[in-house]
Each structure stands twice: as structure tokens, then as C-alpha cells.
């Protein structure tokens, strides 16, 4: 059932412009699912569901993919371009990036759902992740090291 529902989710969002949740619960209970505002929220998170400017200036539900270009290899491309240093204090990462580049770089991190961020907070050049334990900060710390080195 879940597996459906997700298909009918995507379909529903490339052929409609949805800009909320109850949008989305309206057009799938119309096709049949009875769904509830958690379920959808949950599948939404599954799903990795973003919200993207439409054609007509608003806001909707997409699954964030243009041009072939996934969002790992968007994160890649943004991170390396805008970060200047990764450290870590016991289980919290700090990224320093260049002035203004921050947003955009942990907005692209949590679109991401990595799976040991418990949460992430950004400032104008300064990214703060909550890590849910230090060795995971560390691992963390280690790729992304990696990337701004290639």
C-alpha cells in the first residue's frame, strides 16, 4: 500500500502544482487513499519531497531533481564551491563557509537526511550540526574534509 501511495504521490505532484499537505490529502483521498496529515507528513519525509518555485511564482511540492542532477550531486557542487573549513567539538560539526553561502549550504544538508544530523542551524558563514555521537561527527568530518580537498 505504502509503495502505491508513494507512486500516486509523485505522479500527483508532477502533474499538479501542490503546495500543501491538505492539497496533496485532498487529490489522494480523490484517488482513493484513505491518509491521514501524519501519513502524508511521513511520506513526504520518505519521499524527500522539497518545496520548489513553480512557473506561476509559488511554492510546490517537487522531488527537488532537474537536469539529471540529484540532490547529493547538487550538496557536492554547492559544498565544495562555498566551504572553507570542516571542524568538530565532541558530537557538533562546524562549517565555516564563505560570507552568505551558509543557508544555502545547510538548507542543501537537510534536504539530504543524513541519517546521524539530529540538527543543523546556520548563521551567515557558520554552520553548526548536531551529530548523534562523536564518532559520527568525526566520520562526518573526515568526507566532508574530502570533498573540499578534491
Do not use: P
Not at 557558520?126 to 568525526?138: D, L, S
Request: aromatic residues 6%.
Amino acid at each position: 500500500m505504502k509503495t502505491r501511495r508513494h507512486a500516486k504521490i509523485l505522479e500527483l505532484i508532477r502533474e499538479h502544482d501542490i503546495e500543501t499537505q491538505d492539497e496533496l490529502i485532498q487529490y489522494l483521498r480523490e484517488a482513493g487513499f484513505d491518509v491521514t496529515q501524519a501519513t502524508v507528513s511521513r511520506d513526504i519525509k520518505e519521499l524527500r519531497l522539497i518545496k520548489t518555485l513553480s512557473g506561476s511564482g509559488r511554492y510546490k511540492y517537487s522531488t527537488g531533481s532537474d537536469g539529471g542532477m540529484d540532490m547529493s550531486s547538487k550538496f557536492h557542487s554547492l559544498f565544495t564551491d562555498s566551504a572553507i573549513s570542516v571542524d568538530s567539538a565532541m558530537n557538533i560539526l562546524v562549517i565555516k563557509c564563505m560570507v552568505g553561502m551558509a543557508q544555502a549550504v545547510c538548507a542543501s544538508m537537510d534536504a539530504m537526511y543524513w541519517k546521524d544530523f539530529v540538527g543543523t542551524l546556520a548563521g551567515d558563514d557558520t554552520i553548526f550540526v548536531v551529530c548523534r555521537t562523536e564518532a559520527a561527527a568525526r566520520e562526518t568530518q573526515n568526507e566532508l574534509r574530502k570533498l573540499l580537498m578534491n
